[in-house]
């Protein structure tokens, strides 16, 4: 923010408005890795044969950057995600600490 806007706004509503905008930034973020997943999943589930390991890695990679990007929001429920998501077994075992 320019510092004339700050200074009429006054320190306690521009720590306002700064917390807001960097709220909405990791509610973007996390909705931007969130589709991630659900399209890695998506892609995995359309895979069978030639092409899926790759799919499977992609996949968990995805997830994997999913559930941390909610861990670092404080949501650590991994179960609701796993079956909001439809997360597979096979995805989860490859999420092992990198």
């Known amino acids: 923010m320019p510092q004339?806007?700050?200074n009429r706004l006054g320190s306690d509503t521009a720590e306002a408005a700064l917390r807001h905008e960097l709220m909405?930034?990791?509610?973007?973020?996390l909705?931007?890795?969130?589709?991630k997943a659900e399209a890695a999943l998506l892609a995995l589930k359309a895979h069978e044969g030639e092409g899926r390991a790759q799919?499977?890695?992609?996949?968990?990679?995805?997830?994997?950057?999913f559930l941390v990007q909610r861990e670092v929001l404080g949501l650590r429920d991994r179960a609701?995600?796993?079956?909001?998501?439809?997360?597979?077994?096979e995805v989860m075992v490859r999420l092992g600490a990198r």
């Open 4 to 6: 004339s806007l700050l």
């Open 24 to 29: 909405e930034e990791q509610a973007a973020a």
């Open 31 to 35: 909705g931007r890795m969130g589709r």
């Open 55 to 65: 799919a499977l890695r992609a996949a968990a990679d995805a997830v994997w950057c």
């Open 80 to 89: 609701a995600v796993v079956a909001h998501y439809d997360i597979p077994r």
